[in-house]
């Protein structure tokens, strides 16, 4: 791996809005990442059939990310 330019990588615990919780290798700041589906509570996986409501779900997500976006790369014109 070429140094400097990949994220560092540490444990963060998902929860899932089932109750499951897992552990897993991430590069995101948060120490906990909330999920509203797992392959525990998936209907893939489970076999049930379930509704499972997703809408707005990715325009959420992208707003948020570029909140995030915005925040560190204003934190980053300022640390030069
Ligand atoms: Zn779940």
Redesign the pocket.
Known sequence: MKAGIHPEMHTVIIK?????ELETLSAAEEQVLH????????PFFTGEEKFVDTAGRVELFQRKYKKFMEAQQQSESKGE
Request: charged share 15%.
């Open positions: 899932c809005s089932c109750g499951a999920v509203d589906i797992c392959s525990k509570c998936h």
